[in-house]
C-alpha cells in the first residue's frame, strides 16, 4: 500500500494504516490463497504484525521473517501459535511448536537461499509484504511474478517513498476508496 504521493511508510518508525476497511479484507483474502507470506525483521518491529488471515475465512499461510541476528522479541504476534512461523537468521536451526528458525549465510545473497529453502519445503507462492529495503531486494533482483499495489487518496508529504515499478499496470480497480492497481513482470 502507499499514500497519493508514493509514500508507503512515515518517515518516523510508527504504524499507519493507508487503505481502508475494503482493501484489508481483500489483502487477507490473498493470504489465504498463498502458500505463505515474508516480510522483514523491522516491519514486525514496528507493525507487530500477525501476516494472519484474520478478516477472510481461510487457512493462514506460512509466516516467514528475515531476522538476522535474531533480535525480534518472541512477544511479537508472528510468534503466535495462529500459523507457523519460519525464521530466517544466521545463528541456529531449531523447531520450537510452530516456530522454526533456519539458518542461512547474510555474507552471501540471501533471497536465493530463503527461494531455494521454501523450494525444498514445497512452498510454491509467497506474498512479500515486507517495508521497502525488502521489497526493493524482491524487485532488483527480478524475482517478482505480480505486484499488487493499493494507492491510498491520503497524501503523507514526508515519509519513505515506495519502491518503483517501471512495467505498466495491466489491471485497475476501485476497493472502497482506494485504487488497486495490478502489474506482471514482463521480464520473466
Known sequence: AESAD???A????KQFWFTGNEAQQLSHRWRTEE???LTGRR?????DCELTARLWQGKN?????????LSLSLSKKIFNSNASTLVFNEIKNEDIGTLTFSKINFEQNVLPQILNELYLRQIQSVIIEGGAETLQHFLQQNLWDEARIFTSPTVLGN???SPTITNKFSEEQTIGADTLRIYFNSHL
Open 159 to 161: 515519509g519513505i517513498s
Open 35 to 37: 502458500q505463505a507470506i
Open 6 to 8: 508514493k509514500k508507503m
Open 61 to 69: 499461510p506460512l509466516r516467514i521473517v528475515v531476522d538476522r541476528k
Open 43 to 47: 516491519t514486525v518491529e514496528i507493525d
Open 10 to 13: 512515515l518517515s518516523e518508525p
